[in-house]
């Protein structure tokens, strides 16, 4: 699957020092990476809370890198899988402002997830449910199994011969997963 790059989008000094002053965030011209650099997990409440009453687009952008960084660095697991679901939404919601960032923490570029960072597999699956859920020709659940199972078999995630039991069981969990419309 050809994956495209979406257009680059970095965020604008006036919304950085606007979160500056609003959070007394750190600062120096020699930070490259500001907003991951100074995201504090333990504020993500806070974070969250402003993002939703903030009207300036690129205050957003910003204010979500802080976001996702903070939320990739929650220190359990399951802290990491609740402020993914807060973060989800905000994501589908303005995905025009986060399209490039979505892509950036998906780390395409990475096939061994453990190469990547916590966050990287919820940003795939995003990624792949804004840019390939809205096609005409969708694949029906035994071809989407076939190519799952195709990609199981490539990282060496199968045992070898069970590929057809296999199937069977990635069809149950497709079929279950549109039948709570989450496919």
């Known amino acids: 699957m050809i994956i495209k790059e979406p257009k680059f989008r970095c965020g ?4 950085r020092n606007s979160l500056i002053a609003k959070f007394n965030l750190p600062h120096d011209d020699w930070m490259q990476d500001w907003p991951y650099e100074i995201s504090v997990a ?8 402003y993002y939703d009453n903030v009207i300036d687009v690129d205050e957003k952008f910003y204010l979500m890198e802080l976001l996702i960084q903070a939320t990739d660095e929650q220190a359990e697991a399951l802290k990491l899988k609740q402020a993914w679901l807060e973060l989800k939404t905000r994501l589908i919601n303005d995905y025009s402002i986060h399209e490039y960032t979505i892509y950036y923490w998906s780390s395409f570029e990475n096939e061994n997830l453990e190469d990547c960072w916590n966050i990287t597999p919820y940003m ?11 096609r005409e020709d969708k694949l029906n659940s035994s071809d989407l199994s076939k190519i799952i ?3 199981l078999d490539n990282y060496d995630l199968l045992v070898s ?3 057809n039991e296999a199937q069977k069981v990635v069809e149950a969990i497709i079929e279950l997963r549109k039948s709570l419309n989450d496919y």
């Open 12 to 15: 604008t000094a006036k919304a």
């Open 161 to 163: 011969g069970k590929s």
């Open 149 to 151: 199972i195709e990609e």
């Open 124 to 134: 795939r699956e995003l990624w792949f449910k804004q840019n390939y859920s809205q």
């Open 42 to 49: 333990e504020k993500i409440d806070e974070y969250f809370k």
